[in-house]
C-alpha cells in the first residue's frame, strides 16, 4: 500500500546547487503532478503530465523542469536553487483529471 | 473573478457544533468536485466526492450547486480531531484540477 512514494523527505540546498525530487506512484495511474505549498499560498502546481509521454506547464513552472521517466515515475529538477524555491513540495496522481488526486507525503526543501 | 473561492477562515467552532463551508467556482465546465482534508505540515487527503445528488459519509455532508457553482461541505458534531484545513478541489475531463487556497478548520473544547 506505498501509494505515491516522494524522496528525499528533507533537503538542504546552497544557492545555485541543483538537485532531483523523485515520486513513484504504484497504482498505475496516468497523470501525475507537482505542486508546491508555502505559508498562505495554498497548492500551486509546477508541472504536470496528463499521461505518460507528456508533461506541461502549470501555474508556476519557472525554474523547474521535469521528467516522466515511465508511467510509474515523475521527476522535478531545480537546475540552480534560489531561495525563492524553498518551501515543501508535493507530488500527487491520479487515474486520469477528473479522478480524486492520491499524494505523496511531501518534500520540505530550503534552500539557504 | 478567481477559478476557485474559499474563505481561508480561520472558522473557530467549540466541541459538537455544525459548521459549513462553501467554494465557488467560475469555470461552468466543471465535471467533478472534491473536498480535501490537510493536517498541518502533512499532505492532503481525500475527504469526499461531491455528487450532483449530494452525499453524506457519517457526520460529513457535501453538496453541489451547479446553477449558483458552488459546493459546500458541512460538518456535524465537531470533534476536535476535524481540526485541519480543508480544500476543495474542482475538475473537468480535460482540463487539469484546480484547488481552492482553503479554507482552516479549528474546533476548540
Known amino acids: 500500500n506505498a501509494g505515491v512514494t516522494q524522496t528525499p523527505k528533507f533537503q538542504v540546498l546552497k544557492t545555485g546547487q541543483s538537485m532531483t525530487l523523485q515520486c513513484a506512484q504504484d497504482?498505475?495511474?496516468?497523470?501525475m503532478y507537482w505542486y508546491r505549498q508555502d505559508p498562505g499560498m495554498g497548492l500551486r502546481l509546477i508541472y504536470y503530465?496528463?499521461?505518460?509521454?507528456?508533461?506541461d506547464k502549470g501555474e508556476v513552472p519557472n525554474g523547474y523542469n521535469v521528467s516522466r521517466l515511465n508511467k510509474r515515475e515523475f521527476s522535478l529538477r531545480l537546475e540552480s536553487a534560489a531561495p525563492s524555491q524553498t518551501s515543501v513540495y508535493f507530488c500527487?496522481?491520479?487515474?486520469?483529471?477528473?479522478?480524486?488526486?492520491?499524494f505523496g507525503d511531501g518534500t520540505r526543501l530550503s534552500i539557504l | 473573478r478567481k477559478e476557485v473561492e474559499q474563505d481561508p477562515g480561520p472558522f473557530n467552532v467549540p466541541e459538537g457544533a455544525t459548521v459549513a463551508f462553501n467554494c465557488t467556482y467560475s469555470?461552468?465546465?466543471?465535471?467533478?468536485f472534491f473536498w480535501y482534508r490537510q493536517d498541518c505540515r502533512k499532505e492532503p487527503k481525500l475527504l469526499m466526492s461531491?455528487?450532483?445528488s449530494g452525499n453524506e459519509d457519517g457526520r460529513f455532508t457535501a453538496q453541489l450547486n451547479r446553477a449558483s457553482q458552488y459546493i459546500s461541505l458541512l460538518i456535524r458534531d465537531s470533534k476536535l480531531s476535524d481540526s485541519a484545513t480543508y480544500l476543495c478541489?474542482?475538475?473537468?475531463?480535460?482540463?487539469?484540477?484546480?484547488f481552492g487556497r482553503g479554507t482552516s478548520l479549528i474546533v476548540h473544547p
Open positions: 500527487a496522481s491520479s487515474e486520469a483529471f477528473n479522478q480524486p488526486q492520491h
Open positions: 497504482m498505475n495511474h496516468n497523470s
Open positions: 503530465s496528463a499521461s505518460e509521454g507528456t508533461t
Open positions: 469555470n461552468s465546465a466543471s465535471q467533478s
Open positions: 461531491v455528487y450532483s
Open positions: 478541489v474542482f475538475t473537468g475531463g480535460s482540463y487539469i484540477p484546480t
